[in-house]
């Protein structure tokens, strides 16, 4: 496994994470435990998204204020070898 596959891997898990959490908080909105761990993976997750930011490019287009179409350049997923 590639590292550019391994940091999606991460950031695909904390995302999950954050994700399922913030459905959980929805119906226990206060359960500080769960507030706490939602907490952890967010700041697991913004260095993961920088790192392979900075290396890869923005994940999104969204991600990227700076120029709004550099995303496009990037080789598509069917573009990658292997």
């Given at each position: 496994?590639?590292?550019?596959?391994?940091?999606?891997?991460?950031?695909?898990?904390?995302?999950?994470?954050?994700?399922?959490?913030?459905?959980?908080?929805?119906?226990?909105?206060?359960?500080?435990?769960?507030l706490r761990k939602r907490d952890e993976y967010l700041a697991q997750l913004r260095p993961l998204?920088?790192?392979?930011?900075?290396?890869?490019?923005?994940?999104?287009?969204?991600?990227?204020?700076?120029?709004?179409?550099?995303?496009?350049?990037?080789?598509?997923?069917?573009?990658?070898?292997?």
């Amino acid at each position: 496994m590639t590292d550019r596959e391994m940091l999606l891997k991460k950031i695909g898990t904390c995302k999950f994470a954050v994700t399922d959490i913030d459905l959980f908080l929805d119906t226990h909105p206060g359960d500080t435990e769960m507030l706490r761990k939602r907490d952890e993976y967010l700041a697991q997750l913004r260095p993961l998204v920088e790192k392979f930011e900075e290396k890869y490019g923005p994940l999104t287009k969204d991600e990227n204020a700076a120029n709004s179409w550099s995303w496009v350049k990037d080789p598509w997923p069917w573009d990658m070898e292997g």
